[in-house]
């Protein structure tokens, strides 16, 4: 009897440690596990993430390290992260910002096939390596994360005439000598700018924040409630400036922009641009709720609409829609993709051969969100499912 109740002690004092220990482990998210099964290397290289599926983007890089953390394995995040600095950064990514696609060469080379970077890849870099060292307690990836950051601020922010402090979406190709800038909204998620201004409280990140809510609600391009995928500022004095039609891209709202309403919805409702920001996107909900769902392509000025929008496209409304005060239409919305995911989760179906990188991304960001898995706070910081069982983990 003695020895049982000595048993039955220990046993007691061990079981707190064991739960928290369980419940510090990588989590159990299906859809990313077996997405990141088949499509990210031991390496660290994440396959598909490109129009050819031997390639890799920095999109998919940076995407992947932020599931990475939300799903609490420190071994995908950290393969994913170095695989990107030494390939997309040349070990150097406080001078090389990450080319944004890597191949082959055609002639039995591997690497850098555009050095070009784009900026919302960088940025969520950079994020998921702050959250990390917040989260992990890991000091070199902050260190890491302050050498994107700065080479950003020094390489792709201006001072643009009349708006404010702004991002541009990478180094070449979107600001010309004639004062005329190229901005993307999509590049640009309000809780990844407010956890740059925590981390460095007078960086530009709170002005560009500020220029992305005008952006945003700019009527001359935002007349129907919809946001395009390209926008042009031009400057038309020293301290003047209108925003007009991107010529290269005319006034199109399709797959850049369809994530430009899933930031929103995903913004904390407690930042003070959240409302402002989702006051002046009432044209997709209008026109999703009148069809039952999102167009895939949207002409901002005349607010006539074409065909009909991919699932990953209702997985980037559904934060929007509950953040809009609209759940039957949110839970709508979730049913198709919980019927996409489902066929091209079964390797019996042939939706599971078929490329779907971007739809299964945009559904990871929505899907992970309303199951709880993570929240953006205030201050941008990530709200973690798993972050309580491990806060007293060194």
């Known amino acids: 009897m003695k020895a049982a109740l000595l048993s039955a002690l220990a046993l007691a004092t061990l079981l707190p440690g064991l739960a928290q220990a369980q419940g510090c482990s990588t989590q159990n998210w299906p859809l990313w596990t077996q997405y990141a099964e088949r499509f990210v290397q031991k390496d ?9 599926p031997n390639q890799s983007s920095s999109e998919g890089q940076s995407y992947g390290m932020f599931f990475a953390l939300v799903a609490n394995d420190p071994v995908t995040f950290d393969n994913l992260w170095r695989w990107t600095r030494d390939n997309l950064s040349g070990a150097n990514p406080g001078q090389n910002l990450p080319g944004w696609l890597w191949g082959s060469a055609g002639n039995g080379t591997w690497g850098l096939l555009d050095k070009n970077s784009a900026s919302d890849a ?35 922010i201006r001072d643009i005439p009349g708006l404010g402090k702004m991002l541009l979406p990478g180094p070449v190709g979107y600001e010309h000598p004639d004062q005329l800038w190229r901005f993307n909204a999509s590049y640009l998620p309000i809780p990844l700018l407010r956890r740059f201004t925590r981390e460095s409280p007078t960086s530009p990140w709170k002005a560009v924040a500020d220029s992305t809510a005008k952006m945003i609600a700019d009527k001359n391009m935002n007349r129907f409630g919809f946001v395009p995928d390209w926008v042009a500022y031009r400057g038309t004095d020293v301290n ?3 925003f007009v039609v991107d010529k290269f891209s005319n006034p199109l709202g399709s797959y850049d922009a369809i994530r430009a309403y899933l930031w929103a919805g995903l913004t904390s409702p407690a930042d003070p641009l959240a409302k402002p920001i989702l006051d002046n996107l009432d044209g997709m909900a209008q026109s999703t709720a009148s069809v039952g769902v999102p167009p895939e392509k949207v002409n901002v000025i005349t607010g006539a609409t074409e065909g009909t929008g991919p699932y990953g496209y209702s997985a980037s409304l559904v934060p929007y829609l509950r953040a809009k005060g609209l759940p039957q239409l949110a839970d709508q919305q979730q049913r198709i993709v919980d019927q996409a995911i489902a066929h091209f989760s079964d390797p019996a179906d042939p939706a599971y051969r ?4 971007y739809h299964v991304m945009l559904s990871l960001f929505s899907l992970g969100w309303t199951e709880h ?9 990530l709200n973690v499912s798993w972050e309580a069982a491990c806060a007293s983990k060194p």
Request: hydrophobic share 40%; net charge neutral.
């Open 373 to 381: 898995r993570y929240q953006f706070n205030k201050d941008g910081t």
């Open 354 to 357: 078929q490329p779907q990188y």
């Open 240 to 242: 003047k400036g209108m």
């Open 44 to 52: 660290g290289r994440m396959l598909g993430s490109s129009m050819d």
């Open 122 to 156: 960088d940025l969520w870099m950079a994020y998921a390596l702050l959250e990390a060292d917040r989260l992990w307690h890991k000091p070199h990836y902050r260190a890491d994360a302050l050498l994107i950051l700065g080479n950003v601020e020094h390489t792709l």
